[in-house]
């Protein structure tokens, strides 16, 4: 820190020391408002999902067929769907088959996508062709069309929209991990440790791994929300949890035949859904930024 005396200090006062604008304390900004938001509305979808309990004592799948079709209320938030079920208890229980599908399709494919990434890129020149050329051939189809024709082959069901899913986004992260692993190859502290004889496996579990991931997991933050879609897409399709499974996507199937006479049945699934997304993209894409501008140091 660089320390100067000013030369026209008041000697009754002492010397006035100015540090110099190097060594100021940096002001350091919080996130944005609307980042402080979606994560606090993010953690209030996650704490509905784990206990649903501590925000309604009802029964999801509990039926009134004389309150059927009521519109919102005090006594139904939500108003009842066309079995008198209270919707918005529906709602709440049906956060955690969302998120499930969600989670676990993306887990999937950070999963598969690493290790199709990583085989690609240090298998070997044959590897690389044969692998990209089949990850060009996976993203020729859009992922949702992809993962209809993979639950066509592996039937309905909750696991097989999961696995639909990850399998679908496979190639993109894919062709991450393989960019990010061809850079990290050729950096000189991998070819240093090449140089001082360190297993292969050593210099790929220690070196190239973790370093070709970081920005995969990143861009799994954003790539939830589209999983979200997209599992609810094929639950709307009446491919994913069976009946009566409160998941968003079967609630809002549910409501399209009620659009003109209950509204709400559609609505509020349809706005849980939509207000998951945007809270996961606002917080996904305010962690990619943030890692961008470190990586660019």
Request: net charge positive; glycine share 12%.
């Amino acid at each position: 820190m660089t320390r100067t005396l000013l030369p026209d200090a008041d000697p009754a006062l002492g010397p006035v020391v100015a540090v110099s604008a190097p060594a100021r304390r940096r002001r350091r900004t919080g996130p944005p408002v609307s980042v402080l938001v979606a994560g606090g509305l993010l953690l209030l979808v996650v704490l509905v999902a784990v206990a649903p309990g501590l925000f309604t004592g009802g029964s999801p799948t509990a039926t009134d067929p004389p309150a059927a079709l009521r519109g919102p209320g005090a006594g139904h938030w939500f108003g009842t769907d066309q079995l008198g079920r209270d919707l918005y208890t529906r709602v709440l229980y049906g956060a955690r088959p969302s998120l499930l599908l969600g989670f676990g399709s993306t887990l999937l494919s950070v999963v598969l996508g690493a290790a199709f990434g990583l085989a690609s890129a240090l298998g070997g020149r044959i590897a690389d062709q044969v692998l990209m050329r089949v990850a060009d051939a996976l993203l020729a189809l859009p992922a949702l069309l992809l993962a209809l024709l993979i639950v066509a082959v592996l039937g309905a069901g909750t696991v097989n929209v999961m696995l639909a899913i990850g399998i679908a986004f496979v190639p993109g992260y894919a062709r991450l991990v393989r960019a990010e692993a061809l850079v990290v190859r050729r950096s000189g502290y991998v070819e240093s440790a090449v140089a001082l004889g360190l297993p292969r496996r050593t210099i790929v579990l220690r070196h190239v791994l973790p370093n070709a991931l970081a920005p995969l997991l990143t861009l799994a933050a954003v790539g939830f929300g589209t999983a979200l879609i997209a599992a609810s897409g094929l639950s709307f399709l009446g491919l994913g949890p069976a009946a009566p499974s409160p998941e968003w996507g079967a609630l809002l199937s549910a409501g399209r035949d009620f659009l003109q006479t209950a509204w709400w049945i559609g609505v509020f699934p349809g706005a849980a859904v939509t207000v998951t997304v945007i809270a996961v993209n606002v917080v996904g894409r305010h962690v990619q930024e943030r890692f961008t501008r470190r990586s660019a140091r």
